[in-house]
C-alpha cells in the first residue's frame, strides 16, 4: 500500500474510534512519525494532506527539516529524549517538543527561546509504567513542579502531557494510564488556572484506539503510515 492510502486509512480508523466514544474527530490531531523514514516517504505524506510529523532523533530530524523547509505548512514535533547540548538546535526546528521532564532541561530550553525570541508549544513526558529505561516523570509533584517552572516563563507555552506506556501491559493497563493522564491534565489545568492546558499527547500504531477512547488529542503514529522500520 502507498503511503497516501495507509493514511487514508488511519484517519478512518481515527473516525470512527472518535464517533464510537462521542469525540469529534478534528480534535485529535495526527503526529506521523517519520523517524527513520525518507525525506521522499515523507513528501508522499505531505502531498496526502498530512502536515505534523514526528522525530526522535535531532541529527536525523534536521536533515528533513532542511530538505522540506520550502514547504510553510509542515510541522515538526520532537518525541526523543531531548539532550542537554541538542537544545540550540530547537528553536529554528521545531514547533512542537513532548518531553520535557526536568526543571534543569526547562531552563536550558526557556534560555534558548528567549535568545531566538520564538515560542514553543511543549508536553512533560509521563512515564506510568516505572520502566527505568524509559523517560518522563512518575509522580504528581514532580509533575506540578516542572508545570510550574515552564508556566512562569515567558516562552514555554505549556500545552499538556504526553507518555509511551510499556508495549506489552494490554488493554485495561493500558487505558488506565491513559486515563490517569487525562485526569492529571484536567488537574493541571485547573490548578495553574490555565485553559490552553489541553493536550494530551498518547497512542501508537497498536493502541491508538484506546488512547483516543481516554481522550488523546495527539496521537503519534509511525508504522500503519511508513510500514515497518528496519
Ligand atoms: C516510534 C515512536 C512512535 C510511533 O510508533 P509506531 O508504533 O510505529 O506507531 C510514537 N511515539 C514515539 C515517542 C516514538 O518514538
Same mark, same amino acid.
Given at each position: 500500500? *502507498? %503511503?497516501?492510502?495507509? +493514511?487514508? %486509512? %488511519?484517519?478512518?480508523?481515527?473516525?470512527? @474510534?472518535? /464517533?464510537?466514544?462521542? #469525540?469529534?474527530?478534528?480534535? /485529535?490531531? $495526527?503526529?506521523?512519525?517519520?523517524?527513520?523514514? *525518507?525525506?521522499?516517504?515523507?513528501?508522499?505524506?505531505?502531498? @496526502?494532506?498530512?502536515?505534523?510529523?514526528? !522525530?526522535n532523533r535531532i541529527q536525523?530530524a534536521l536533515?528533513? &527539516?532542511? @530538505? +522540506?523547509?520550502?514547504?510553510?505548512? %509542515?510541522?515538526?514535533?520532537f518525541i526523543g529524549h531531548l539532550q542537554k547540548n541538542k537544545v540550540k538546535f530547537c528553536p529554528?526546528n521545531f514547533?512542537?517538543i513532548h518531553t520535557v521532564e526536568s526543571i534543569e532541561l526547562t531552563g536550558k530550553l526557556e534560555a534558548r527561546f528567549a535568545l531566538a525570541?520564538?515560542?514553543i508549544?511543549v508536553?512533560i513526558q509521563?512515564?506510568?509504567? #516505572?520502566?527505568?529505561?524509559?523517560s518522563g516523570l512518575?509522580?504528581?509533584?514532580? /509533575?506540578?513542579?516542572v =508545570?510550574?517552572t515552564i508556566? *512562569?516563563g515567558?516562552w514555554l507555552?505549556?500545552?499538556? $502531557?504526553?507518555?509511551?506506556?510499556?508495549?506489552? $501491559?494490554?488493554?485495561?493497563?493500558? #487505558?488506565?494510564?491513559? !486515563?490517569?493522564?487525562?485526569?492529571?491534565?484536567?488537574?493541571?489545568?485547573?490548578?495553574?488556572?490555565?485553559?490552553?492546558?489541553?493536550? $494530551? *499527547?498518547?497512542?501508537?500504531?497498536?493502541?491508538?484506539?484506546? =488512547?483516543?477512547?481516554?481522550?488523546?488529542?495527539? &496521537? #503519534? &503514529?509511525?508504522? =500503519? /503510515?511508513?510500514?515497518?522500520?528496519?
Amino acid at each position: 500500500m *502507498s %503511503v497516501k492510502d495507509r +493514511l487514508a %486509512v %488511519v484517519q478512518q480508523q481515527i473516525n470512527q @474510534a472518535a /464517533i464510537q466514544s462521542g #469525540r469529534t474527530p478534528e480534535d /485529535i490531531k $495526527l503526529i506521523a512519525v517519520s523517524k527513520t523514514k *525518507s525525506v521522499e516517504q515523507i513528501r508522499e505524506a505531505l502531498a @496526502a494532506k498530512q502536515i505534523a510529523f514526528g !522525530e526522535n532523533r535531532i541529527q536525523e530530524a534536521l536533515g528533513k &527539516i532542511e @530538505a +522540506l523547509s520550502s514547504n510553510q505548512q %509542515v510541522e515538526w514535533h520532537f518525541i526523543g529524549h531531548l539532550q542537554k547540548n541538542k537544545v540550540k538546535f530547537c528553536p529554528e526546528n521545531f514547533q512542537w517538543i513532548h518531553t520535557v521532564e526536568s526543571i534543569e532541561l526547562t531552563g536550558k530550553l526557556e534560555a534558548r527561546f528567549a535568545l531566538a525570541k520564538k515560542k514553543i508549544n511543549v508536553l512533560i513526558q509521563v512515564n506510568l509504567s #516505572r520502566e527505568e529505561s524509559k523517560s518522563g516523570l512518575q509522580e504528581w509533584e514532580g /509533575i506540578l513542579r516542572v =508545570a510550574e517552572t515552564i508556566s *512562569s516563563g515567558h516562552w514555554l507555552k505549556f500545552r499538556g $502531557l504526553m507518555t509511551i506506556p510499556a508495549p506489552d $501491559l494490554g488493554e485495561i493497563k493500558t #487505558r488506565k494510564i491513559y !486515563e490517569q493522564m487525562r485526569k492529571w491534565r484536567d488537574k493541571l489545568q485547573y490548578e495553574l488556572n490555565a485553559p490552553e492546558i489541553t493536550e $494530551l *499527547s498518547m497512542g501508537m500504531t497498536a493502541d491508538f484506539n484506546w =488512547a483516543i477512547q481516554e481522550g488523546a488529542t495527539m &496521537i #503519534r &503514529i509511525g508504522t =500503519a /503510515i511508513f510500514g515497518a522500520r528496519n
